[in-house]
């Protein structure tokens, strides 16, 4: 029964929408992508929304009446017990959104909504680098850090939907850096691909022109964390050392969240990841520096598995466990 | 029926051992005390658990036969799904010891094992701070900084055992400070009450004499935590920072929860709690520093409620739960 099911994920960011149709055992079986748009209005994105689902139904080559649910995911902030999104940063001006509600009339289908870091790793747990565990910790290294913490096939959204906003742990008090937040001595602000950046122009800009980054060729004109790690595996030691000292940073998350959520595996995903398997031996090597010896030793730690489809996979994911649990009238 | 319910707890230090009746409800019907004296060895020990459990059951005037399971606490370091304390620092020279099959066997009846923080935790959120509430992180400040996490009536054991051992998070690795556990930069190295005395010796030692410390009447020829927050009330300046630096090393190390579980409760507890609710004002005042808006505002902070008895009570209700779910049978 559960490989025929079909539900439908959407992922929802900033410059565009994923949504798909994936069966019951995590496999998609479309992928359409559509332009979010955010400036044209929220009425203008709900609008989207419901598209970018019907092409994906229609892209799988099913009927709406083939569909058991529906998953939505988004960036924050939101409130995710409502269903609604508030005041997202990166959907601007998009202000208090009914989304559940609107995607849930509109279809009459159950509905679930959940963060899109929380999605993703639903996803990685579902049908990615998690299959068979019992809990998972992602963090999503890109622009920023996002995550994502699942426990016995739940999301651990939190009690004011906060849960796993792991990239907003503090790891420095003294002199700590300002994170994008507002906020200072984030793990964002030390590891993220924009702190990678940051932290090295600092370093070269004390360095007395050594470093072949002084002279390394710039894609729109700046320095990327891709540039950096390239120069790192090339040899260059101020990169090396930005390199070595972003994987200890993640040790340092990755061993907070073993003294935390002490989970089966801890997954890194997102943009930076590019870096390759180095990055992730770098991370494993330092994590016993920090960690307990039992969860140093037996913590799996690895990538992410399914890319920019783990959030409309895992989106589609909540709804299917909800679903088994008979958790998702249509109310 | 719940209320009916009889249940013994026993909670075993590594000084003394305390069990109690507790009915239904999470009210302690009996409340005994014996010495744990691990130096005796750990068959020893576990006669001396049985003896307690006994000794319990008799204090509340009844017969095992009224008792439907036991729930047993210890400090780790342990395997909570084989139910063995592995290496103790606590109870040496006890060695790979099982725990809940021994009393099991000696009762015939359900038991169940958990960590001694993760019970009080539990006691919390079933009969102290936390009625009512779905999910709570409890800080025990004492000598060290232990911990428990409790998302709907279950403890986030984690997977390898490790599961809330939040005073070991990370906080600091510029110049960290030195933990008990043998790491650099734990809360614990910051916040412990043996860390506030540390840090004062250090204070006292640049200070040149202005403190009223240097002349306060020592117990046992030493500070203690409890003097320093004394010299805090009375105006002593230096005394007053370390107060404060304290609080904030706590609101950073309960905001860090915040960005992680996101409970509805953050509860302190210990010996240190005697500071008053100053302390907590202190801590409430600093949050918004490090947190994010929504759980700075919404996640109550409190003291714990039980005091020495939460860990009985908690273990206890561990066993009242899981009765409750049919997940304890007796093989």
């Given amino acids: 029964m559960d490989k025929s099911l079909r539900i439908v994920g959407l992922d929802v960011g900033g410059t565009s929408m994923k949504a798909g149709v994936v069966d019951g055992s995590g496999r998609p079986l479309s992928n359409v992508t559509l332009p979010t748009e955010p ?21 799988a080559k099913l009927q709406p009446a083939d569909i058991a ?30 989304v559940r509600d609107h995607i849930r009339a509109q279809f009459a289908l159950p509905t679930v909504f959940q ?11 579902w049908a990615g680098a998690g299959v068979g565990v019992r809990s998972l910790v992602l963090f999503t290294l890109g622009t920023g850090i996002g995550g994502g913490i699942i426990l016995d096939d739940r999301v651990l959204e939190g009690e004011h939907s906060h849960g796993g906003e792991i990239g907003h742990m503090k790891i420095a008090f003294d002199s700590p850096r300002e994170c994008g937040c507002g906020k200072f001595g984030c793990l964002e602000a030390y590891a993220s691909a924009q702190a990678v950046v940051k932290r090295t122009y600092e370093a070269l800009a004390a360095d007395a022109g050594v470093s072949k980054l002084h002279t ?12 950096i790690f390239e120069a790192a595996a ?31 595996i801890i997954v890194f995903g997102g943009g930076m990841i590019a870096a390759g398997e180095l990055l992730l031996q770098r991370i494993r090597r330092h994590v016993p520096r920090v960690a307990f010896p039992v969860p140093a030793a037996l913590t799996r730690i690895s990538f992410a598995k399914l890319g920019n489809d783990a959030g409309f996979i895992g989106a589609a994911g909540c709804a299917k466990f909800l679903l088994k649990k008979g958790n998702l009238g249509l109310s």
Same sequence: chains 1, 2.
């Fill in 39 to 59: 400036e044209l209005g929220q009425e203008h994105g709900l609008a989207t929304m419901c598209a970018a689902i019907r092409k994906a139904i229609a892209a």
């Fill in 69 to 98: 649910a529906i998953g939505v995911a988004t960036p924050g902030t939101m409130d995710l017990r409502t269903g609604y999104i508030l005041d997202p940063p990166n959907l601007k001006p998009w202000h208090n959104v009914p």
């Fill in 115 to 125: 963060n899109d870091a929380n999605a993703a790793a639903f996803g990685e747990y």
């Fill in 216 to 227: 390394w060729p710039r894609t729109d004109g700046e320095l990327s964390a891709r540039d």
């Fill in 234 to 264: 090339k040899g260059d030691a101020l990169a090396e050392r930005i390199f070595d000292e972003t994987a200890f940073f993640l040790a340092l998350g990755a061993s907070n969240l073993m003294h935390v959520i002490d989970p089966e």
